[in-house]
């Protein structure tokens, strides 16, 4: 990492943050003028194997507000060469880089900042660019001295930090992630780096474009340390209002969240929440896309999941097989160890919902190894003969729990108390890893937090929970217990 020195500054993680939380907002801004930046400072940290790196460059703005930007630097070795970029579009000429801001991250308010990154490769060495422009404007990380520089933080007397912060805190320590590393499918288990089975317990979050008031710092810390949870689902509808509105927006924040979880110890479950209409390969060329980007810019992370369709209704097994056949390819073609999970018929439910059930998927498995297959219930509407199915099911397939709900299948009505337990009674005793609907306040039975609670700053303690929050708290806080040899 190399790091050019800065005066006094805001954390780079909160303001990233921010920014990537202004999804919609930004987009009517005008065009971004090309005015000089005042000051600014860059942090670039790559991560290198044989031929290949992946870049994260935070960019401060220590200068005057900008409407847009276009970070210049230039690669050092002449055999480094740009590949798939986020967060900004790219540009390389020779050893010369452009980067030019995106629609949520143009406007750029004096003392903000914002990350953007890129794959690359590389021939001979990989060494790091040392000088970065910003419209223009050498970046030596002080306000330039044709604008005076405030008189209360003057540059000058401000030493520079000692130790930068790391833009992603290798998670360390007794945490899920630091204790069981990367996971892989092993027989009908999900197993951790000693190659034992594991289970992994947590909470999705609601559709991002309704609730991303309700990941944040805060939410998210309480999640980590209050709930103790092992995963962040994180659930991208595509249609209603998603994705399919603004890819990159969404893109971002799901790699945005996928970090959030990392700092903190937890596995993310990238959701591409398909729903209405349920035929997966109506998103096909969007799943593509999609995941050939996530799964590039996050292949070097080890709490990445990809759940590549949430609820395919009204098709064929053989519709969702095909649909996961060539998804897989461009995953693993940028992530070749990251697992998948693919959902199975009738809303997940392995076909029982829609008459069937799991023999079509034990006679005609997804061709791909180190896949999951995905069960979804709701405990006040599915009981018995779904859980004796999924069992049977468990005893040949790998299963994974990725959503379910202590309600109905509405996601409202009151909690069933008595279902559910008898379902996470036997989610633990097979060792199903499980997410549940919702860590969010959404005013429906199965959101976690009373309405409101995202617009207040509390989400630790049982105060601001419903009835459904208080049940999985509990369960979901007991002790994991993750064999470690
Ligand atoms: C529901 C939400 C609800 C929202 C609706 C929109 O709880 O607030 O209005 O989606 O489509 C699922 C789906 C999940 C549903 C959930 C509850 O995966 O998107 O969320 N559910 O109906 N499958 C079974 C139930």
């Given at each position: 990492m190399i790091t050019i020195p800065r005066p006094a500054r805001r954390p780079v993680l909160a303001a990233a943050a921010a920014a990537a939380l202004a999804?919609?907002?930004?987009?009517?801004?005008?065009p971004h003028s090309a005015m000089a930046a005042s000051g600014c400072a860059v942090t670039y940290t790559a991560n290198s194997w044989t031929g290949g790196f992946t870049a994260s460059v935070t960019i401060e703005n220590v200068g005057d507000a900008v409407d847009g930007w276009t970070l210049g630097f230039a690669f050092p070795d002449g055999g480094q060469r740009l590949g798939q970029g986020w967060s900004a579009t790219y540009q390389q000429r020779g050893q010369a880089v452009n980067a030019q801001s995106v629609s949520y991250n143009a406007p750029l308010a004096s003392g903000a900042s914002t990350t953007i990154g890129f794959n690359g490769t590389f021939t001979g060495s990989n060494p790091s660019p040392t000088s970065f422009t910003l419209n223009g404007t050498?970046?030596?990380?002080?306000?330039?001295?044709a604008t005076p520089p405030p008189t209360t933080t003057p540059p000058t007397t401000t030493p520079p930090p000692t130790t930068p912060p790391p833009t992603t805190a290798p998670p360390t320590g007794t945490t899920p992630v630091a204790v069981n590393g990367q996971l892989r499918v092993c027989g009908v288990n999900l197993c951790n780096k000693y190659g034992r089975p594991i289970q992994l317990r947590g909470m999705s979050t609601h559709g991002l474009q309704w609730f991303s008031q309700c990941y944040n710092d805060t939410s998210l810390d309480a999640l980590a340390t209050d709930w103790r949870s092992d995963l962040l689902r994180i659930s991208m509808y595509v249609q209603e209002d998603g994705y399919e509105t603004n890819p990159t927006a969404f893109t971002n924040r799901v790699n945005t969240l996928v970090d959030e979880a990392g700092e903190r110890g937890m596995y993310a479950l990238i959701d591409f929440h398909t729903l209405t209409p349920g035929d997966p390969m109506f998103n096909l060329q969007r799943a593509k896309t999609f995941f050939a980007s996530v799964a590039a810019r996050n292949a070097h992370k080890n709490n990445v999941i990809y759940e590549i369709t949430n609820e395919p209704n009204g098709v064929s097994w053989q519709t969702i097989k095909s649909y996961a056949e060539q998804v897989i390819p461009v995953i693993r073609a940028n992530d070749p160890d990251g697992i998948v999970i693919v959902g199975t018929r009738g809303w997940s439910s392995l076909g029982v919902s829609e008459g069937g059930n799991s023999t079509e998927v034990i006679n005609n498995?997804?061709?791909?190894?180190n896949i999951i297959y995905a069960f979804h219930f709701y405990a006040a509407s599915h009981r018995d003969n779904y859980r004796a199915e999924l069992e049977r099911a468990a005893a040949r397939l790998p299963m994974f729990v990725t959503e379910f709900g202590t309600v109905t299948y509405t996601g409202g009505g009151a909690v069933d108390a008595a279902s559910s337990t008898a379902w996470l009674d036997l989610l633990d005793r097979l060792k199903i890893s499980y997410a549940n609907w919702t860590y969010s306040d959404a005013d429906e039975g199965s959101a976690a937090f009373r309405p409101g609670t995202c617009y207040g700053g509390t989400y630790t303690?049982?105060?601001?929970?419903t009835e459904s929050g208080a049940f999985m708290r509990d369960r979901i806080r007991t002790p994991d217990n993750f064999p470690t040899s």
């Open positions: 999804l919609g907002a930004s987009m009517l801004l005008p050498t970046c030596t990380g002080a306000t330039n001295p498995p997804v061709n791909a190894g303690g049982t105060g601001v929970l």
